[in-house]
């Protein structure tokens, strides 16, 4: 192969490849072409200004370069890879010039020029092989080449990608939910690998606590646990599904921009919170003395001490009677902000009264204890803002909000 012939097939698909990463705003600067030549390198091809280097181990005598990965894609041969490489470096110098930056590494630079190539010249069969290997790592940011696969992405959602290269080059940036739907369709079978001759493995899924190096994506599976539980992002990432379900194992798949790590969290208002007030079935009801305890192991506790639910028209019997004792039963994580409880017993707790004469009897039958066996009916969703929580629920066949303070004994 000699140097002159790979020039001569390829200084037909300069101009459309300038043009396309240019987007008609501008052009080059005046100068001096771009400048070919072989040396012994590490890679395809290195830029070094206009003068591009690639590598002599494109002379051969093998049919591939020895930096082609094998599979699980056919490799380039050495023709189409230095053809291939002479558009990739006219395109990065056609995009330098239009951001007025010098020509990066990372996965945007690497990734839209190879887009860019490959586009003008698809018979190469650039962007496979490429758009696998970021399938098969999910990082982009370790692996710049499989840039390519984002800007299939944007394709796919009907953007240009050569003008999102543009936008994050000129100070943009890509969201955690952008960077997440991106990755969500690259991995998917029917996203890019579905575009692909052959079905491509991602990474092995991943438990946590676990830390993610920036621009990448990782699947999740999480142990089941009788409790449930939450994954907290440290740092700048998102996690499809945060709320792994009690008893259930949990599968996610995560994004890291600037690199963050996934901690395990109960998924519950952990803490002692004292009942501040109530409503449902169309009436307001004051609360005293009731504190629901979360503890991070899934148990709850209810501690009833001289204490009265009901509604504000009822306020003469509060000072009259309390009920006080204990409830125990278990919570357990049942979605996005959402709990369940179970077997919540109310046993031993009594009714008296609040004067000298004090009398005592069994509670069973007088409200409050029946209103807490009732909590176990059906899903509360709950919202914890500073030292106030609000859960909203079903029991008795109705709505029913309950708003709670945390408790200084918290």
């Known amino acids: 192969m000699q140097l002159g012939r790979i020039e001569d097939r390829v200084e037909k698909l300069l101009e459309p490849v300038r043009a396309l990463v240019d987007g008609g705003l501008s052009r080059l600067p005046s100068g001096p072409p771009m400048n070919v030549s072989l040396g012994e390198i590490e890679g395809f091809w290195h830029l070094d200004g206009r003068n591009l280097v690639l590598s002599d181990d494109l002379l051969g005598p093998g049919v591939h370069h020895p930096g082609e990965r094998r599979e699980p894609l056919p490799p380039l041969d050495r023709w189409r890879r230095a053809a291939g490489s002479v558009l990739e470096a006219a395109s990065l110098l056609t995009l330098s010039a239009r951001v007025q930056q010098a020509p990066g590494r990372d996965w945007v630079w690497v990734g839209a020029s190879i887009y860019a190539a490959d586009l003008v010249a ?61 990755g969500t369709w690259i991995l998917d079978a029917e996203g890019a690998a579905g575009k692909l001759p052959v079905p491509i493995a991602p990474p092995p899924a991943r438990d946590i606590p676990v830390t993610l190096e920036p621009w990448c994506w990782a699947r999740l599976t999480v142990p089941a646990h009788r409790r449930g539980g939450q994954i907290d992002v440290e740092g700048q990432g998102k996690v499809s599904d945060a709320w792994a379900r009690a008893g259930e194992a949990h599968r996610a798949l995560a994004a890291s921009t600037d690199g963050c790590r996934l901690v395990p969290r109960a998924g519950g208002p952990v803490g002692t919170w004292e009942v501040a007030s109530a409503e449902g079935f169309g009436q307001v009801m004051g609360a005293r003395g009731v504190d629901f305890v979360f503890h991070p192991d899934g148990a709850f506790d209810v501690v009833l001490a001289d204490a009265f639910v009901g509604p504000l028209a009822g306020l003469a019997v509060a000072d009259e009677m309390g009920t006080s004792g204990t409830a125990r039963g278990r919570w357990k994580v049942a979605g996005d902000h959402a709990l369940s409880f179970d077997g919540v017993s109310s046993q031993g707790i009594t009714l008296h009264g609040r004067r000298a004469d004090k009398f005592a009897m069994p509670a069973q039958g007088f409200g409050l204890a029946e209103w807490l066996t009732a909590l176990g009916e059906d899903t509360w969703f709950w919202q914890e803002r500073a030292d106030r929580l609000v859960m909203r629920g079903k029991m008795m066949g109705g709505w029913v909000e309950v708003r709670l303070r945390r408790s200084t004994a918290s």
């Open 122 to 182: 698809p018979e190469l069969g650039l962007a496979g092989p490429d758009v696998a290997l970021a399938i098969e790592t999910g990082s982009p940011g370790a692996n710049p080449r499989g840039g390519v696969a984002v800007m299939w992405a944007w394709a796919q959602e009907g953007h240009d990608p050569i003008q999102r290269a543009h936008y994050l080059l000129d100070g943009g940036i890509v969201s955690t939910d952008e960077w997440l739907r991106l």
